[in-house]
């Protein structure tokens, strides 16, 4: 869902994945979506909080980039923000032994699910 971006609200380039290097996950060369799966399976709390940042740029970007009251970019603008709060929320799940009442780990299929429950990908 991160690499669709009518469901993200934001684009999320292989530049921009080789910029996640400050996640302190090595950088795999190869389509999107398995550059975002070894990043979140490497470094999952670094990865979340990364692609965080890059959803709320995206959110001021698109708020930025025409005229106030622009229903289409408002749209996109919420679209992304509402992504960077779900994946925010995401890096307090930790993997490992869970005692009652904690969150699941986040791995990349559930952080799909998370997004879609959380109506990232509604309308």
């Known amino acids: 869902m991160l690499t669709t971006p009518v469901r993200s609200g934001f684009v999320l380039t292989r530049r921009r994945l080789a910029a996640a290097d400050a996640t302190g996950a090595g950088h795999r060369i190869g ?3 398995f550059t975002l799966r ?3 399976d490497q470094a999952p709390d670094e990865t979340l909080s990364w692609l965080s940042g ?3 740029r995206w959110s001021a970007r698109h708020e930025d ?8 970019l408002a ?8 992504t960077a709060q779900v994946l925010a929320a995401g890096t307090a799940a ?13 791995t990349a299929r559930h952080l799909g699910y998370r997004l879609a429950a959380a109506g990232a990908s509604g309308s």
């Open 94 to 106: 930790r993997p490992g032994p869970r005692g009652p009442g904690e969150p699941a780990p986040v």
């Open 31 to 33: 389509e999107r979506r």
């Open 54 to 56: 890059e959803a709320a």
């Open 75 to 82: 749209w996109w603008a919420r679209r992304a923000a509402r």
């Open 38 to 40: 070894a990043l979140l």
């Open 65 to 72: 980039r025409g005229p106030a009251g622009d229903i289409v």
